[in-house]
């Protein structure tokens, strides 16, 4: 894969050359380059941004040095490509795009900066992504967070090829609990179903709390996920274990003595 970023910062990127993703660039799994889009601009101030049309606050990305930097990409790496503006307005990221993005051979992605950009920009790309309901100063972090999703499902990127189907998000669900040694620490202990070696109950261990998790914690994700009869045989269990607990805790709490009683009984 290559992936090219069109930036006006590209030194903010250097970290894409440490951990995963420089090794990635080592063994050749990966070409990266980041370019400063403010080369292309036409006047001796290097100006990238001008006032909007019509007025209005802030200043906009000009078009020029945009569409003159994805011309000199084109020519250099000709090919098919998948152009990535990161704006609010585009699709929420999330793993599913991750693995899509992850089969293509080319991604470029266009980080803005300032108020917005330029309408006709965004005539030069494929899709819009945004990483949530925020706003960040422009678009490299998104951008970074973006290609570190996708660089680490790319085939022999990961040491340990299973870690990716079994993350949080790739089944639809989050990742179950893990455990390593010592087996007992500080009085916390290793569930004994992950100590017997019996592969089986261990699956169905961790599926059963992949699904209480996700349903403790984002049970959005449930909805509209297919499961098969095991699956949602557990996901039974998990709601009635969980309505049993909301029930025992009420009760507790029905059951305590009010503290303002147990001052006046004192006197």
């Not at 941004?49 to 209005?56: E, L, Q, R, V």
């Not at 990409?73 to 585009?90: E, F, N, S």
């Not at 990961?158 to 998000?169: Q, R, V, W």
Request: proline share 6%; charged share 30%.
């Amino acid at each position: 894969m290559r992936i090219d970023v069109l930036t006006l910062f590209p030194d903010m990127f250097a970290p894409l050359t440490q951990s995963m993703i420089g090794k990635a660039l080592e063994n050749d799994k990966l070409a990266f380059e980041a370019t400063d889009f403010r080369q292309y601009s036409h006047d001796k101030h290097h100006h990238v941004d001008d006032t909007p049309y019509g007025g209005g606050a802030g200043m906009l990305l000009k078009p020029e040095p945009l569409f003159e930097a994805m011309d000199d990409l084109k020519t250099k790496h000709p090919g098919k490509k998948r152009v990535i503006l990161l704006d609010p307005a585009g699709r929420r990221f999330d793993q599913t795009a991750a693995a899509e993005l992850a089969t293509e051979d080319h991604l470029v992605f266009i980080c803005g900066h300032y108020e917005g950009y330029d309408e006709r920009i965004r005539t030069l790309v494929t899709d819009e992504f945004s990483l949530g309901d925020f706003v960040v100063t422009g678009g490299e972090l998104p951008a970074m967070v973006m290609i570190d999703a996708i660089v680490r499902l790319l085939p022999g990127v990961l040491g340990n090829e299973e870690s990716a189907p079994t993350d949080s998000f790739s089944s639809g669900l989050l990742e179950y609990p893990e455990y390593t040694r010592p087996a007992s620490y500080r009085g916390m202990d290793v569930p004994a179903v992950l100590q017997n070696g019996d592969h089986q109950k261990i699956a169905n261990w961790r599926l059963k709390e992949a699904l209480r998790r996700t349903y403790d914690r984002r049970p959005d994700l449930l909805e509209g996920l297919e499961l098969d009869k095991e699956g949602q045989r557990l996901l039974r269990e998990v709601k009635t274990e969980a309505a049993t607990r909301r029930a025992e805790a009420q009760l507790r709490a029905d059951q305590k003595p009010d503290a303002g009683d147990g001052a006046n009984a004192s006197h």
